[in-house]
């Protein structure tokens, strides 16, 4: 089974301050990968993903994350944050189930960074 | 429907009772998902439907838990004999078709507290 490792728990940044969230997973074979949001009072949403290509990927308000291989990481980065920034982060990674492995059966998480923002 | 709705939003209820917590899907995905977040906890995969594939029920943490879906839509969570470390977020998922590459969106969640 696969598993996700996001080593910072809980980070306080000052506005304007540069942000990086660690994830580390543990699968070695073909990769995708998921960062979702939960805003304060809100629904889990996508953040980013990576499934192939340029493994620099971009994503909704000014997040980015670099896929690198060698390393097992999925870093999410973000070069100044905003107070509505402050929310839960999940990375995340599929498994694949029975015999078709372009399904996936479920994503394995991890277990989050909350980041509070102060102004 | 706009997005995955689950009902009922919160849930109290005493030790030893049956809960049954329901999932409303995007229309058109073939893909549902249960997970369970407790407190402090990332998500944890429950049971997962993919059209008429058997559903893959690995996460299941006991016999106490069952899940159904009707065709391509609602889905019931049902926990009999509900134990207090049964208390946590329950959330749904969908997708449009089970794709690894694929977005799940998630609904709101049912807050179940078990007395």
């Known amino acids: 089974a696969q598993s996700v490792s996001q080593h910072n728990h809980h980070v306080i940044l000052s506005e304007a301050a540069s942000l990086e969230l660690g994830c580390n997973y543990s699968?070695?074979?073909?990769?995708?990968l998921f960062w979702y949001v939960q805003y304060p009072g809100q629904h889990l949403q996508l953040l980013l993903k990576?499934?192939?290509?340029?493994?620099l990927v971009k994503g909704i308000k000014g997040f980015e994350a670099e896929f690198i291989k060698s390393k097992f990481s999925f870093n999410l980065r973000k070069p100044s944050v905003q107070w509505s920034d402050t929310a839960e982060y999940f990375c995340?990674?599929?498994?694949?189930?029975?015999?078709?492995?372009?399904?996936?059966?479920?994503?394995?998480f991890g277990t989050g960074t909350r980041l509070q923002v102060t102004l | 429907g706009a997005g995955v709705s689950q009902s009922p939003s919160n849930k109290v209820t005493e030790k030893g009772k049956d809960v049954e917590l329901r999932c409303d899907p995007i229309?058109?995905?073939?893909?549902l998902y249960w997970y369970r977040q407790r407190l402090g906890q990332g998500l944890e995969f429950l049971i997962y439907?993919?059209?008429?594939?058997?559903?893959?029920k690995s996460g299941l943490p006991s016999d106490r838990f069952s899940a159904e879906r009707t065709g391509e839509s609602v889905s019931t969570l049902t926990i009999q004999r509900t134990q207090q470390e049964d208390s946590a977020v329950y959330l749904c998922?969908?997708?449009?078709?089970?794709?690894?590459?694929?977005?799940?969106?998630f609904g709101p969640g049912t807050r179940l507290l078990v007395l």
């Open positions: 439907f993919q059209g008429n594939s058997a559903p893959d």
């Open positions: 699968y070695g074979g073909t990769v995708n």
């Open positions: 998922a969908s997708s449009f078709s089970g794709g690894r590459w694929e977005t799940q969106y």
């Open positions: 995340a990674v599929p498994e694949f189930g029975g015999q078709n492995t372009g399904t996936a059966s479920k994503l394995t």
């Open positions: 229309s058109g995905h073939t893909a």
């Open positions: 990576y499934f192939s290509g340029d493994p």
